[in-house]
């Protein structure tokens, strides 16, 4: 067997690997939605099999025991303002510390950091208190400023700081000589060439703020304030669960965010390439 047939061969496992891969990774996913469409008998019977007939009453039912309009809404408030927030605070953040010369910036850099290996959850208890004497409590604002501040800022700053460093500076010394100063600078002239990195650090901070559990769990107590995972929550039965209703719920409970991501997609994989050139 030659060289060229060899390299064909191993294309051709490595093929075949990578597919058997893939099929194990969208199984679950298989089983998830095929589930929806089955009767709890059905779901017994065959697990991976076809539904005799689909059928959507399952999502029906589902859509009434979630609250989904109010739940969808809540969440859409807490991860738009979460979001917004995060890319305005950390943009601007991630400029001074990248362009200021002096050290106190980057002992703050340093200190942003140990936000990624810390877990907020260490400080859950002074937390509470906090957010208990701002008057917080049980209110979307109160969770928007934990997942701001408390969970997504420091790796928002982290993915901005590598951005901008690939950055001319002469762009801005341009500036500054038209008589620019450093806000408008930063808005008009940084900001726009920030696209890419933009759309990674929304992708991401929706992603974590939408997929946030715990938060809304310990600081959302009032029902008509609930987020859809706690909806989704609230319907496992403490003994048994109907799957055939359960998994409507999870389905109904990513969907926006699923579509949100397939829209945006293209933009992740250029801010992340973009930001890694220089650091």
Sequence with gaps: MNARAKKTAGNICLNLIYALIGAAMLLPIY???????????EAAASP??????????NYIKALDAMAYGRALCNNLVITGCAVG???VFSSMAAYVIARSPRKVFQRMYSVFMVGLIVPFQIAIIPLYRIISGLHLMNTLPGVIVID????NLPLSIFLFRGFI??????????????????????????????KPIVSTVAILDALAVWNDFMTPLLFLQDPKKGVLLQEVYKNVGPFSTNWTSFFPMLVLATLPLVVFYLIMQRSIIEGVVAGSVKG
């Excluded at 089983?31 to 009767?39: A, C, D, E, P, S």
């Excluded at 991976?48 to 009453?57: A, D, K, S």
């Excluded at 690939?166 to 726009?192: N, Q, S």
């Design 148 to 151: 701001v501040f408390c969970i």
């Design 31 to 41: 089983y998830l939605v095929i589930t929806t469409f089955k009767t709890p008998a």
């Design 165 to 194: 460093n690939t950055v001319p500076k002469e762009l801005e010394e341009a500036a500054y000589i038209d008589g620019c100063g450093v806000l408008r600078t930063f808005w008009t002239i940084i900001f726009p060439l920030l």
């Design 48 to 57: 991976l099999g076809l539904p005799e007939h689909f059928t959507l009453e």
């Design 85 to 87: 927030l995060l890319l």
